[in-house]
C-alpha cells in the first residue's frame, strides 16, 4: 500500500527556516516523481518543487527558488523539504505527492499534473 507521511511543520517567525519530511511506504520513490505542494488559507493547492525519477535536478516554482531545496534520500526513501528565509506568505499546509508512473518527470506546467498519491500534509505557520 503506497504511503506518504509529511512530518516537521510548525510555527517559525519571519526568516526562519525549518525542514520538513516526506517518509514513503510502499513503493520505490526514486522510480517516480516525487513533489511538495502547499495550500495557504483561501486559495489552491500549488506546487512548490518536483524532482523527475530521471535526474536528481529539483525544479522549483519562482516564489521559492533561492530559498527551499527538495533533496531525496534513496536509502531512507524518503524526501526533503529545505525551506530558509521563510515569510508569512509560505504559511500553508505543506504536502508531498508522487506519481504513479515508472519513469515519471514533472510536469513543469503544473506540478499537480500526474501526482497521483499523496500525503495528509504538515502545517507551517510564519508568524511573528
Known amino acids: 500500500q503506497v504511503q506518504l507521511v509529511e512530518s516537521g511543520g510548525g510555527l517559525v517567525q519571519p526568516g526562519g527556516s525549518l525542514r520538513l519530511s516526506c517518509a514513503a511506504s510502499g513503493f520505490t520513490l526514486d522510480l517516480y516523481a516525487v513533489g511538495w505542494f502547499r495550500r495557504a488559507p483561501g486559495k489552491e493547492r500549488e506546487g512548490v518543487s518536483c524532482i523527475s525519477a530521471t535526474d536528481d535536478m529539483p525544479y522549483y516554482v519562482d516564489s521559492v527558488k533561492g530559498r527551499f531545496t527538495m533533496s531525496r534520500d534513496n536509502a531512507e526513501n524518503t524526501v526533503y523539504l529545505q525551506m530558509n528565509s521563510l515569510k508569512p506568505e509560505d504559511t500553508a499546509v505543506y504536502y508531498c505527492?508522487?506519481?504513479?508512473?515508472?519513469?515519471?518527470?514533472?510536469?513543469?506546467?503544473?506540478?499537480?499534473?500526474?501526482?497521483?498519491?499523496w500525503g495528509k500534509g504538515t502545517l507551517v505557520t510564519v508568524s511573528s
Open positions: 505527492a508522487a506519481s504513479s508512473l515508472y519513469g515519471s518527470t514533472c510536469s513543469t506546467v503544473d506540478l499537480r499534473y500526474g501526482m497521483d498519491d
